[in-house]
């Protein structure tokens, strides 16, 4: 190979990563025929920049299909249910089914447990989640009220989080937020892929406390079906 193909090989290499970010910036998120609001007893919110951009809670779409809550989104959504309140040690827990990993988008998109829902629904609501893409990787992030990430701003990889085996191939994800006494734990497919300080995390422009509501989180353009979402007291 030349000086100067390795040169262009070199240089392509490097402008990949922002070619992917730049298209993961872009995509545009749909609007959900038929969508809003249909699983009895729960509530939802857009994000900010959902709204600025003239998308709304009906544009996304949350059903039940037995026990199951079947999720749609349009705009990347936060729902969740107000007789779902946990306080002092527990652990939330549920499992994430994604039937064709990408089918909507043109990069992996996550999923995942929200926690520490305070005044939700509102300009001042606080909660942190921990998501997973179908990719093998996972983030844990938050909005205190505004924005912010505990594993950095492109999340991390882990050999537990599962990957598709294709595009269109299904995907799932048992994700679980622990919290105790001195730290908040992510665990996904049964191993702790993230743990954090409880004093880092419930603090200004962060939680305002990790009791409160707690639901599920889907980015936008993704289909997914969420089972078995639990709260467990733990001692």
């Known amino acids: 190979m030349s000086h ?3 040169y262009l090989l070199a240089a392509a290499l490097l402008l990949a990563p922002t070619f992917t970010q730049a298209q993961a910036d872009t995509e545009k998120s749909r609007t959900v025929a038929g969508g809003g609001i249909s699983a009895k007893g729960w509530a939802g919110r857009v994000d900010a920049k959902e709204t600025a951009a003239g998308l709304k809670l009906e544009d996304a779409k949350l059903a039940m299909n037995g026990k199951d809550l079947v ?11 107000p007789a779902n309140k946990a306080t002092g040690n527990y652990t939330v827990k549920a499992t994430f089914k994604e039937p064709s990993y990408m089918n909507v988008n043109t990069h992996p998109h996550p999923y995942g447990i929200v926690i520490g829902g305070n ?4 300009e001042s609501e606080s909660y942190l989640y921990c998501a997973a893409y179908g990719n093998g990787t996972f983030i844990v992030r938050g909005f205190g009220p505004a924005a912010f990430q505990l594993n950095g701003p492109r999340g991390g990889a882990d050999p537990a989080v599962n990957k598709a085996a294709a595009k269109g191939a299904p995907v ?6 622990t919290v105790s006494a001195d730290k908040i734990e992510c665990a996904i497919n049964g191993k702790v892929v993230g743990s954090y300080p409880k004093a880092d995390v419930v603090t200004a422009g962060k939680l305002k406390s990790t009791d409160g509501l707690y639901g599920i989180r889907f980015a936008h353009n993704t289909d997914g079906i969420v089972t078995d ?7």
């Not at 979402?229 to 001692?235: D, G, I, P, Q, S």
Request: glycine fraction near 6%; aromatic fraction near 6%.
């Open 71 to 81: 999720v749609t989104t349009g705009p990347a959504t936060t729902y969740w249910n």
């Open 172 to 177: 799932e994800q048992e994700i679980a937020v």
């Open 119 to 122: 005044d939700m629904g509102t």
């Open 229 to 235: 979402l639990t709260m467990t007291k733990n001692k």
């Open 4 to 6: 100067t193909s390795r």
